[in-house]
């Protein structure tokens, strides 16, 4: 059976309920369509009551919340900001934006996230070249919580500002506390194939006051308190829509839920797809560690199988099945092919093992056993 005998399963399709219309449907009734409105105001609160957070600001992107984050650290031309190699381009091209340089760090093998080890010694070589980092970029990679407690501490020692990058981490924890409140600044991402969405959008958020304030204002072009408009700095048009953030609404009535899901998907993978011994599932719980198993991720034993994760992808594609490969590490884009790395063999090495699978919240039985059946065709002994 292939591709034309079934629909598409996708990666991660938007999981919509019925309650985002009652509040779209309102923002169009009272005209509230402008980037301003209760909806905005709702959003913004409903996701500091979920999280913990003292402020937060909604904003057209996840990205838009990285830029704004990064100005509010100070980092600006010239400037140099430690990031992880296995990320999304996302993470590293406001780096860019604001005339900086990343500096690449490898990951560690249990949560694929940044290693401590590396992070050490790219701060203490930057420091002995003259340029110590303006500011860290921490990521919590698929939903998987990075060893917080390590990578803290060593920015608090030689003091190097946080950036958690929470994008695809919303619901996750970590000792407890909601992944995105442990950073100066937190984001997330609320595009079409996040955990919850807003069909695209993101936020920012801050225990300050000021900085959330700042935010704002940088958000909406930055307009001075005047009659006319009159502008002193820079701004951007970043801010979310008051109908969309109507959509977040919605979703956020459902993140629990949809939490429970991801998770669950990922567990009936492994429970399904155990006895293929060339296919491991990954990434690891750190131990104070709770992930929302965003996207689940599988990587193949190469020392076992001549299978390649691409020949895996494309054997799920004629059965009308997307996967997708792991992140490109970014020290290995054109992009940033000037840019310092250390380490590097381990995101590479995921790289070129791994493979996503459909992991949407709405994913039915007889859609995981279509994708089970498919692996088992090409990877059993």
């Not at 019925?18 to 509040?23: D, F, G, T, V």
């Not at 919340?65 to 650290?73: E, K, T, V, W």
């Not at 803290?152 to 996750?172: F, M, N, R, T």
Request: charged residues 20%.
């Amino acid at each position: 059976m292939h591709s034309q005998d079934h629909d598409r399963i996708f990666l991660s399709p938007p999981h919509l309920g019925r309650h985002e219309l009652n509040y779209v449907h309102k923002a169009i009734e009272d005209n509230w369509v402008a980037p301003a409105g209760p909806n905005l105001t709702g959003f913004e609160q409903d996701i500091c009551h979920y999280t913990g957070a003292a402020h937060c600001v909604a904003l057209s992107s996840g990205t838009a919340a990285i830029h704004l984050g990064l100005i509010l650290l100070g980092v600006g031309p010239g400037d140099e900001v430690l990031c992880p190699s296995f990320t999304f381009v996302a993470t590293a091209n406001p780096i860019l934006y604001l005339g900086a340089t990343p500096v690449f760090v490898d990951s560690e093998a249990t949560t694929w996230n940044m290693c401590p080890d590396r992070l050490r010694e790219a701060i203490e070589h930057r420091i002995q070249l003259g340029k110590k980092p303006k500011a860290l970029i921490l990521v919590h990679l698929y939903g998987m919580p990075a060893q917080l407690d390590q990578l803290q501490a060593i920015a608090e020692l030689y003091d190097i500002p946080v950036l958690e990058d929470a994008a695809e981490a919303l619901g996750s924890r970590y000792d407890g506390r909601r992944l995105g409140t442990f950073g100066a600044v937190g984001v997330f991402s609320f595009n079409g194939n996040k955990i919850i969405t807003t069909s695209g959008g993101g936020a920012l958020v801050t225990a300050k006051t000021e900085w959330a304030e700042q935010t704002r204002f940088l958000a909406t072009q930055a307009k001075d308190p005047a009659p006319y408009y009159q502008h002193s700095a820079v701004g951007y048009n970043y801010r979310l829509s008051n109908i969309l953030a109507g959509i977040g609404r919605g979703q956020m009535e459902l993140i629990d839920s949809r939490v429970k899901s991801r998770r669950e998907v990922f567990a009936w993978y492994q429970a399904n797809l155990k006895h293929i011994s060339v296919l491991q599932f990954g990434p690891t719980e750190p131990a104070l560690g709770f992930s929302n198993r965003w996207l689940t991720t599988i990587t193949l034993d190469v020392a076992h199988t001549s299978v390649t994760p691409e020949q895996v992808r494309q054997h799920l594609e004629t059965h009308n099945i997307e996967s997708r490969p792991l992140w490109k590490p970014l020290h290995q884009q054109p992009l940033f092919a000037q840019a310092a790395m250390y380490g590097g063999a381990v995101c590479t090495d995921l790289f070129t093992r791994g493979l996503c699978l459909p992991s949407g919240s709405s994913l039915t039985e007889t859609d995981l056993r279509r994708v089970s059946d498919a692996l088992q065709e090409i990877l059993r002994p």
